[in-house]
């Protein structure tokens, strides 16, 4: 239950609960803000499923009704507020997605509105007694944005207490986030106390490095392994992945055996990475397939096999427009403007079956067809007529 995680709060209560032999009820809260998932968001969901294998129920908290305030945490600015339109889009696409990481059965998906709105305001005017101004300002994000001028509005003080009211509402045992959300898990823990609850423990999981090895994996940072995207991007970015952030992946992402881990070659460790992450979201054979794909292009210099195929509208059109067009599909969710597309050709990373091409304004003629490589994490397509 440990590993990988950053911090463990109530550990005595933990192993009290865990060693009473009941069913536990472990908490974790989402608010729909965005409908696809990239591998930084599983690594809660990981240790979530953990608990689920060992018999314990998830109580999975969607917050529609809290997403209409936004979470302020690690914020500098307000989050803006979402519609009821787009609450519903990210919450289809939860439903869509987070059963190919945890089991149907022990698991409870309910939207916090189905209390929160009962609360009315005579129920959030007690709810705001079981906290202070000076209590809210000790979280780091609120302390910063008062001590700079920035704005923070009262309904972003409501948030964490909304959130660990769902924790009243549920009787969690325990709650799992990310490090960033210690504030409001917490908040929980102290609301349970005044209510008359055993308290819950917390478990706090770490935030996964995007492929940069930098910077929180994020869509807006262009460094995310998307669950939805095709498989071929999705084993070349993690076959992208430095040896030392490999390593972190698999502690946070799978429940190898580390130490046996670091007794392959990196090479080889990240491959078996690569397998095991297509492989939960496309099957073994197709991780198969990806890994003697990879082999095949990257080591042996073969031309790949092309899963897409892509016919031009102009006759005779420069190759960089062709990539720029075929990967503006919203399927791929990669970045592939101009300037991108231009670097690559600088690095040697575009082939035109199986020839490298550096020059940016190079032509594909009407009668040409072949496979087009780009680096190691877009997927191969080719062009035909």
């Known amino acids: 239950i440990s590993r990988g995680s950053d911090e463990i709060i109530g550990d005595k209560e933990l192993k009290e609960k865990l060693a009473s032999g009941r069913p536990l009820t472990v908490k974790f809260g989402a608010d729909p803000t965005a409908p696809d ?3 930084g968001h599983t690594v809660v969901m990981e240790k979530l499923r953990v608990f689920q294998e060992l018999g314990h129920k998830v109580v999975f908290i969607i917050g529609d009704f809290t997403a209409m305030i936004g979470d302020p ?3 500098t600015a307000e989050r803006p507020v979402l519609t009821k339109e787009e609450i519903e889009e990210s919450i289809m696409g939860y439903k869509k997605q987070i059963f190919k990481i945890l089991l149907k059965n022990n698991l409870e998906l309910v939207r916090n509105s189905a209390w929160l709105k009962k609360l009315g305001a005579e129920g959030l005017i007690s709810l705001t007694k079981h906290s202070t101004v000076a209590r809210m300002l000790e979280r780091n994000d609120f302390e910063a944005r008062y001590k700079s001028g920035s704005p923070i509005t009262i309904t972003e003080f409501i ?12 009787k ?12 409001n898990l917490l908040m929980g823990r102290e609301l349970q106390k005044d209510m008359g609850q055993d308290q819950q423990a917390i478990l ?8 940069d090895g930098v910077k929180k994996m994020s869509k807006s940072y262009g460094n995310h392994i998307g669950i939805n995207e095709p498989p071929t991007p999705m084993f070349g970015k993690i076959m992208s992945l430095s040896d030392e952030l490999m390593y972190r992946y698999y502690e946070l992402l799978t429940v ?12 080889e460790a990240k491959r078996n990475l690569a397998k095991i992450i297509v492989g939960k979201y496309y099957g073994k054979t197709q991780a198969e397939a990806e890994d003697n794909n990879f082999k095949n292009v990257f080591s042996k210099g073969e031309i790949p096999v092309a899963n897409y195929e892509y016919t031009p509208e102009k006759k005779d059109e420069k ?7 075929f990967y503006s599909d919203q399927r791929f969710d990669m970045d592939c403007s101009k300037s991108k597309l231009k670097k690559l050709f600088a690095e040697g990373a575009i082939k035109f079956d199986g020839n490298k091409i550096t020059d940016i304004n190079h032509v594909i003629k009407a009668t040409e067809e072949g496979v087009v490589q780009v680096g190691k994490r877009y997927p191969p397509f080719r062009i035909v007529r």
């Open 37 to 39: 998932l990239h591998l």
């Open 73 to 75: 945490s690690g914020r």
């Open 159 to 170: 948030y964490p207490l909304l959130q660990g009211y769902d924790s009243v509402e549920v």
């Open 172 to 183: 969690a045992d325990i709650e799992i986030g990310g490090t960033d959300q210690k504030f």
């Open 204 to 211: 706090t999981m770490p935030l996964l490095e995007g492929t």
């Open 256 to 267: 190898s055996d580390i130490a046996k881990v670091k007794e392959k070659h990196p090479m």
């Open 319 to 325: 190759l960089i427009n062709i990539i720029y067009d």
